[in-house]
């Protein structure tokens, strides 16, 4: 655990992780249990069936996710490649992107997350919950879903797209 964060485990099996970045909870699932000890997080399992196991796996993930999120936060980082494509931050909580379309796209964010636009053509999704990051991310991208043929569209840095050749290559 690092410094600075705490996690607090209830008697319904609520656990709940705060810090820096701000607070998340999850519901701890039944054959897992968790204990912290001199700074670490211990995950233990009652049983050895094949759920238990698939469970302790996920709840450690899942806790690990929590405690970095809070301490360090997730960031997703997407890139606008396009003519006349380009974004325009209003605010660290709305989004306004040009899109090829006949008006302006509108986006804003839920509850911990935050936008940021460095550049006209790139985006950055900021957040402590590295779901609600990935998901904001993906419903982004979703608005227009890079073509193969030019490749535009809205892609996660460093993403490749597959280029088709098209009509011309027969």
Not at 18 to 42: D, F, I
Not at 57 to 78: A, H, I, Q, T, Y
Not at 131 to 144: C, K, M
Not at 154 to 159: C, D, F, L, S, V
């Amino acid at each position: 655990m690092p410094s600075g964060v705490k996690m607090e485990v209830s008697d319904n099996r609520l656990v709940t992780v705060s810090g820096p970045k701000g607070t998340l909870t999850w519901q701890l699932p039944a054959p897992v249990s968790v204990k912290e000890e001199g700074g670490e997080v211990l995950v233990e399992r009652i049983n050895d069936e094949r759920q238990s196991k698939a469970l302790h796996g996920l709840s450690r993930s899942l806790l690990n996710n929590m405690v970095v999120g809070v301490s360090e936060g997730f960031v997703k980082e997407l890139e606008i490649v396009g003519v006349g494509y380009r974004a325009q931050a209003q605010g660290d909580q709305k989004l306004e992107m040009q899109l090829g379309f006949s008006h302006p796209v509108q986006v804003e964010a839920p509850a911990g997350v935050t936008f940021e636009v460095p550049s006209p053509v790139s985006i950055r999704v900021h957040g402590a919950d590295k779901q609600a990051v990935g998901q904001v991310a993906a419903s982004i991208r979703s608005l227009r879903a890079p073509e193969p043929y030019k490749g535009k569209g809205i892609r996660y840095a460093g993403e490749k797209i597959i280029r088709k050749a098209g009509k011309a290559a027969k």
